[in-house]
């Protein structure tokens, strides 16, 4: 039974241990889950707190777990099967938290009994004004530049920071004539961001891009400038007698 809101979530009304073997059961419990389970590949340092956040709430989702962390499955007084269930799920969860942790915080969580506490406990220790991190992210943002890396390289290193500075500012997604505005004038800054950090040697496809009508989508830019590179490189690996001869 979903939520009203779609959510993933399961409402604990109606909510039984009957329907473990329900995979869309949130006291469901796969066969191939078990405490050693690591959910995340880089674990909470407590410098990293909102991107191992983000991904513990996908990961947690996807398991259909995360209502044992947000408090939205509260611990039930009745029946007993239910009770076991609940607990069960809930030191699985635990479990979970403790893998996603680097060994200095363990502490935070092995000697806890309740997720819902430990997930805000960490949120109330690590989470921070996202205003020092939305700077940092922008200046990082500025700074990254080609250099030695392929453009494939770049790229990556680059959307890497919109998409994290993008988990801290969401635009609204209602569709109307200013909302679209909106989003082409912010896909225009970042298709701007990316082609100034280009080395000079592509001065000249980066000139073509920015007089082409309409402005191509960032993934249209990084196909002609990927396209670009490779051709430099079936050039400069041609032996010289054949590039006299073209």
């Not at 396209?227 to 079936?234: G, H, L, M």
Request: glycine content about 4%; hydrophobic content about 40%; aromatic content about 10%.
């Amino acid at each position: 039974m979903q939520s009203p809101a779609g959510d993933g979530h399961f409402p604990h009304e109606g909510v039984s241990s009957q329907h473990a073997y329900d995979e869309d059961n949130p006291f469901y419990l796969h066969h191939s889950d078990n405490p050693d389970t690591v959910l995340v590949s880089q674990p909470l340092t407590g410098e990293n707190y909102e991107v191992w956040h983000r991904a513990m709430i996908i990961a947690l989702a996807a398991k259909n777990k995360l209502g044992f962390v947000d408090g939205f499955i509260p611990k039930p007084t009745s029946p007993k099967s239910l009770v076991v269930s609940w607990g069960r799920c809930n030191n699985m969860v635990l479990s979970w938290l403790l893998n996603s942790l680097h060994k200095t915080l363990s502490s935070i969580v092995v000697f806890a009994n309740n997720a819902v506490h430990v997930w805000t406990e960490l949120k109330i220790r690590f989470s921070q004004s996202n205003a020092p991190r939305l700077y940092q992210i922008q200046m990082q943002i500025i700074n990254c530049k080609q250099l030695q890396c392929s453009i494939s390289v770049y790229y990556t290193q680059l959307k890497s920071l919109w998409d994290e500075y993008n988990s801290y500012v969401i635009l609204p997604t209602y569709d109307c004539g200013a909302m679209r505005q909106v989003k082409e004038i912010y896909e225009q800054q970042r298709l701007l961001e990316f082609l100034m950090g280009l080395n000079e040697s592509y001065t000249a496809i980066r000139s073509q891009i920015l007089l082409m009508e309409p402005s191509p989508s960032i993934p249209r830019a990084y196909a002609l400038l990927v396209q670009e590179e490779r051709q430099r490189e079936v050039h400069v690996s041609l032996p010289s007698e054949s590039i006299s001869a073209i």
